[in-house]
DNA sequence: CAGAATCCACCAGGATACTG
DNA sequence: CAGTATCCTGGTGGATTCTG
C-alpha cells in the first residue's frame, strides 16, 4: 500500500468534509449510489467519463471513510452491491444541496468557468459577472 | 495566462460546484470571508498553513467564478477588502453544512482518514467503521 | 501591506491490458 | 461480471524570492 508523503492538513471541520468528498467522482458517486445504481457495471454507465480503475479506487475510499458499504455475493457472475451507510446517508444533504446550486446557477458557472479555461478578455468576464450578480442581488 | 490542456468534465450540477469549491482552501476562505475576515493579512493569519501564493491562487478564481468580490483601496499602505458576492453568499448554507458534518463526525472521520494514511489493518479499519455505523445507525 | 515570478515535488486520474 | 497492474501526463499547491 501507499504511504503518503506529505501530511494531510488541518482539523477543521472543513477539511476533514473535503478529505471525504475530495476526488473527481465521488460526489457523483454518492449521488449515483443514493438513486439506487448500486452495482459497478450500472455505476459505470451512469458514469461513462470517468474509467473503471479510477471509480474502484474512489469506492474503495468511500469505504474506507464510512460512507459506503459493499456487498459481495458469491455467485456466478459475480455480483456486487454498493450502498450508503448512515453516515454516507447523512451526507446526502450536502450533495444535493450542491447538485441544486450547480444546477440553479448553470448558466452563469458555465459561461464563468469556461472563460477562465480560454484565456479570454477579463473585461467581458467581469461584465458577465456584474451582469448576473445584479440579477442574483435583484431575486 | 494558462490554457487547459485537459478539457473540464461534464455538465451536472455537481460537476459545476465542484469546480467552484474545488481548490484546498477555498472553503476556508469562502468560510473566513463570510466570518468578516476581509483582508488578505487576516485571511492569511487566519489559514497559516497555505501560502500566500495559493491563498492569492485560489481567491482569484473565486472571483473569477463569482462567488468573492475584491475591493482596492488606493491608499498607502495598500488596503484590500474581500466580499461575498450575492452568488457566494448562497453557497455558505452548504459551506456550513460541510463544516458541521465535518466537525459532527469528527472523531470517526479522524480515525478513519488517518488509518487511510499509515497503512494499518484493514480488519482493525473495519472493526472501527462498524463500531461507529451501529452508533450512528441507533442515533 | 499586497501580490507576481520561478521552480519543483507530488499525486490524481486517464489509457490500456490483464486476472479470476 | 468485478477488479488489479503498469505506465504516464498534467496540474495543484508548497517554498522561496522579488516588486510596488
Same mark, same amino acid.
Given at each position: 500500500?501507499?504511504?503518503r508523503?506529505?501530511? /494531510?492538513? &488541518? ?5 476533514l468534509?473535503r478529505e471525504v *468528498?475530495?476526488g473527481?467522482w465521488?460526489?457523483? &458517486?454518492l449521488?449515483a449510489? +443514493?438513486?439506487?445504481i ?5 455505476i459505470?454507465?451512469?458514469l461513462?467519463d470517468?474509467t473503471? #480503475?479510477? *471509480?474502484?479506487?474512489? &469506492?474503495? $475510499?468511500l469505504?474506507e471513510h464510512g460512507? %459506503?458499504s !459493499?456487498?459481495?455475493?458469491? @455467485? *456466478?457472475? /459475480? #455480483? %456486487? $452491491?454498493?450502498? *450508503?451507510t448512515p &453516515?454516507g @446517508?447523512?451526507l ?5 444541496a450542491?447538485?441544486?446550486?450547480g444546477?440553479?446557477h ?5 459561461r464563468?468557468?469556461m472563460?477562465g @479555461?480560454s484565456e479570454?478578455?477579463?473585461? $467581458?468576464?467581469?461584465a +458577465?459577472?456584474?451582469?448576473?450578480l445584479d !440579477?442574483?442581488?435583484? @431575486?
Amino acid at each position: 500500500m501507499y504511504i503518503r508523503k506529505i501530511p /494531510l492538513p &488541518l482539523h477543521c471541520g472543513l477539511h476533514l468534509t473535503r478529505e471525504v *468528498l475530495n476526488g473527481k467522482w465521488k460526489p457523483n &458517486l454518492l449521488f449515483a449510489i +443514493a438513486e439506487g445504481i448500486k452495482r459497478p457495471s450500472d455505476i459505470q454507465k451512469a458514469l461513462p467519463d470517468a474509467t473503471k #480503475r479510477v *471509480l474502484n479506487l474512489q &469506492l474503495k $475510499e468511500l469505504e474506507e471513510h464510512g460512507v %459506503v458499504s !459493499k456487498k459481495v455475493y458469491h @455467485e *456466478l457472475p /459475480l #455480483r %456486487v $452491491e454498493y450502498s *450508503l451507510t448512515p &453516515l454516507g @446517508e447523512s451526507l446526502m444533504p450536502i450533495i444535493d444541496a450542491m447538485n441544486c446550486w450547480g444546477d440553479a446557477h448553470r448558466p452563469f458557472l458555465e459561461r464563468v468557468i469556461m472563460q477562465g @479555461e480560454s484565456e479570454s478578455v477579463t473585461a $467581458e468576464r467581469k461584465a +458577465a459577472c456584474v451582469y448576473y450578480l445584479d !440579477k442574483v442581488g435583484v @431575486e
